[in-house]
T-cell receptor
């Protein structure tokens, strides 16, 4: 059973701080990694994707991938109250098809003013 | 406006009464997928479709059917709904396989089976 694990939280950080969200995955053959943000009662929306080892930065967001450790993280700099949401890590499962995307259960982030 | 639409948005039904949740996208995407989201279990894939007439099971297909007769539509069918299918359902689409493409999600359908 291919799995994606996330700490459910809640993770609470003060406004302006760095929020660090972590994700591990079990399938060593996974090649594509996504971070989605989901506000309460809304549908998920893509924040970042990463394919290669190392860091990828987009504005206040940085995704980090370490395939050897099967670990992917998302850093949010200068956290804002509007960043308060559940963050979903998703991994492409290459088990015979590109179509099977496996999601973690999500980490709930709360940014306190 | 590029979007994925789902209907109905909310549905309360009774055990055994067949229902269909429609999903439509206007982005000419080849790939479409259905997920259910439950507290403590996260998003789980039910079925996906790589293109017209091509569908495959996800992680939790039992009790569901799908069809893909047209590129833009991917309905989810519950032939005999049961209370354990009470959930929040999302349809998603992307321009090709989910491997390297963003999936765009619909607004969700909240289903209650009594």
């Amino acid at each position: 059973q291919k799995e994606v694990e996330q700490n459910s939280g809640p993770l609470s950080v003060p406004e302006g701080a760095i929020a660090s969200l972590n994700c591990t995955y079990s399938d060593r053959g996974s090649q594509s990694f996504f971070w989605y943000r989901q506000y309460s009662g809304k549908s998920p929306e893509l924040i970042m994707f990463i394919y290669s080892n190392g860091d990828k930065e987009d504005g206040r967001f940085t995704a980090q991938l370490n395939k050897a450790s099967q670990y992917v993280s998302l850093l949010i700099r200068d956290s804002q109250p509007s960043d308060s949401a559940t963050y979903l890590c998703a991994v492409n499962n290459y088990g015979g098809s590109q179509g099977n995307l496996i999601f973690g259960k999500g980490t709930k982030l709360s940014v306190k003013p | 406006e590029a979007q994925v639409t789902q209907n109905p948005r909310y549905l309360i039904t009774v055990t055994g009464k067949k229902l269909t949740v429609t999903c439509s996208q206007n982005m000419n995407h080849e790939y479409m997928s259905w997920y259910r989201q439950d507290p403590g279990l996260g998003l789980r894939q039910i079925y996906y479709s790589m293109n017209v007439e091509v569908t495959d099971k996800g992680d939790v297909p039992e009790g569901y059917k799908v069809s893909r007769k047209e590129k833009r539509n991917f309905p989810l069918i519950l032939e005999s709904p049961s209370p354990n299918q009470t959930s929040l359902y999302f349809c998603a689409s992307s321009s090709s396989g989910s491997g390297r493409r963003e999936q765009f999600f619909g607004p969700g359908t909240r289903l209650t089976v009594l």
